[in-house]
């Protein structure tokens, strides 16, 4: 992690970061070992792939400075129209009563056509 985002994350403790930085007795900036818990050594694959879980979770929860979530959250380009439509359309017939229509208007008399098995 670069330093200005140590200091940041001393600054500005995240309880939902994966690392945690504390002030070392010099005034460095050193891992805190205590909120982090015993963790393993891990292999550069590993840490890899927990820092890039850390900054895909901080750009999800609003927190990547660099990106205007205004351009995306205001733009209509992006809605999902499909998924829209059809919660409108789950909706409509979530209020519907279900009924019978014969076409000359009368209610249907004996067999109805649903079969019982």
């Known amino acids: 992690m670069r330093?200005?985002?140590k200091r940041d994350a001393?600054?500005?403790p995240d309880p939902n970061a994966v690392f945690s930085y504390k002030r070392g007795p010099n005034g460095e900036i050193i891992p805190d070992e205590e909120a982090d818990g015993e963790r393993e050594a891990l292999?550069?694959?590993d840490a890899?792939?927990?820092w890039k879980w850390e900054m895909e979770m901080r750009f999800v929860r609003g927190y990547d400075q660099d990106f205007d979530y205004a351009d995306v959250d205001l733009n209509e380009e992006y809605d999902d129209r499909k998924e829209q439509e059809r919660d409108i359309e789950?909706?409509?017939y979530a209020e519907q009563e279900p009924r019978f229509e014969r076409?000359?208007?009368q209610e249907p008399q004996g067999e109805t056509?649903?079969?019982d098995y």
């Open 3 to 5: 330093a200005y985002a």
């Open 10 to 12: 001393v600054d500005h």
């Open 43 to 45: 292999d550069k694959e």
């Open 48 to 50: 890899f792939k927990m």
């Open 90 to 92: 789950e909706a409509y």
């Open 103 to 105: 076409e000359d208007g």
């Open 113 to 115: 056509g649903v079969q």
